[in-house]
């Protein structure tokens, strides 16, 4: 066998292995809550490195666990055409990209499906493998689950702070009550902290934060009731 042909049986191998293991692993993530995540992971050795005490924070709450306004928050602050599309955004990706050709400060177009699909399967970063396997995944779990779960799996796992990740830890660590009674503007102000939420405070926000919460909330009065 001609070494060529040897190359291509292993990338043929590489692929359907790739393939069956990844459908296998969004499929089972359908029904079983994912454990951990890399991000989880890293952020902890990364307080390791820094000499805090290793911390991951999270208490995983069933979708009718989770307060109404911490759902509407996160959809009026992160991807307001959540329930209309199919993974992708493709305006806010576009606003994105003729942003950021004027802005030193890079803003992304990413919807709560892809920021879904990167935290429950892939590892952080920009590289083109990277986003092109978060758009991989994002097609994956748009076919494979409902928003719902989309929704529910996005407020257990993405990050919220310091070693917090999910809504109960947020709720319990910032306002020190269960997520499932976060008011509006609570919710808001979790909301508001995203996408860098080691950076941002919930309960001692900037100008810039308090700006941002007045909008979400200004956004969830629009949106109506979430038909999930």
Excluded: C
């Amino acid at each position: 066998m001609g070494i060529f042909k040897l190359i291509l049986r292993f990338v043929k191998i590489f692929v359907i292995a790739f393939v069956g293991i990844s459908l296998l692993w969004v499929l089972l993530y359908r029904f079983i809550n994912p454990p951990v995540t890399w991000l989880m992971i890293e952020r902890g050795f990364e307080r390791k490195a820094a000499g805090k005490t290793w911390k991951i924070d999270k208490d995983w709450k069933d979708f009718d666990e989770i307060s109404i306004n911490m759902k509407k928050a996160a959809v009026a602050g992160e991807d307001q055409a959540f329930l209309e599309h199919h993974g992708f955004d493709f305006k806010a990706i576009e606003h994105a990209i003729k942003k950021n050709q004027n802005s030193h400060k890079i803003i992304g177009g990413s919807t709560i499906s892809q920021q879904t699909a990167k935290n429950a399967f892939l590892w952080q970063g920009r590289s083109w493998l990277r986003k092109g396997l978060e758009a991989y995944f994002t097609m994956l779990i748009e076919a494979m689950w409902s928003k719902k779960r989309i929704m529910e799996v996005y407020l257990n796992i993405i990050e919220m702070g310091d070693g917090i990740y999910g809504a109960e830890a947020a709720a319990q660590n910032y306002f020190h009550k269960p997520a499932a009674n976060l008011t509006k503007r609570e919710a808001a102000a979790i909301a508001a902290i995203f996408p860098s939420p080691l950076k941002r405070s919930a309960t001692n926000p900037t100008k810039f934060l308090r700006h941002r919460r007045y909008l979400i909330i200004k956004n969830m009065n629009r949106l109506g009731p979430l038909d999930f």
